[in-house]
């Protein structure tokens, strides 16, 4: 049975929260594709040269047990707790570079994070459940 609980975020008690822009090109994205149930899940995987790595998708799914689901700027975001752990306090944004648009999160948990942004470290990668494999610069696949 899928947590129920739906929190609306506000500053001061927020766990994740989207920049405008992020919204914008979320809520744009799930009209675009007609997926107006579709909510944006946010996870991380033991992976990338840093240890953990940022995963997003867009999902129509029930919430799982584990998952705890929030509500920022009118998109629904849904993120397990073991991620939440890593996660809590981030921001969800999206840039424009020389390579096009795509969407970065500003997680202040990371002590450190590779080149491209998708892999990060919070010095305490021992989580059950969360294989970081020991990986070096590079396994991200940035380099």
Known sequence: MAIQEEITTGAETS???LSDRAASE???MLIENDRPNAYL???VAGGGCSGLQYGMALDENEPEEE????????VRIVIDINSLYYMTGSVVDYV?????GGFKIENPNAV???????SFSTGE???E???TGGRSCGGCGCH
């Open 67 to 74: 998952d705890r689901v929030f509500t920022d700027k009118g």
């Open 41 to 43: 899940r946010v996870y």
């Open 15 to 17: 766990a994740i929260t």
């Open 129 to 131: 459940g969360l294989d």
């Open 112 to 118: 450190k994070s590779c080149g491209c942004g998708s």
């Open 26 to 28: 979320l809520s744009t």
């Open 125 to 127: 990668e021992g989580m």
């Open 96 to 100: 424009d570079d020389q390579l096009g």
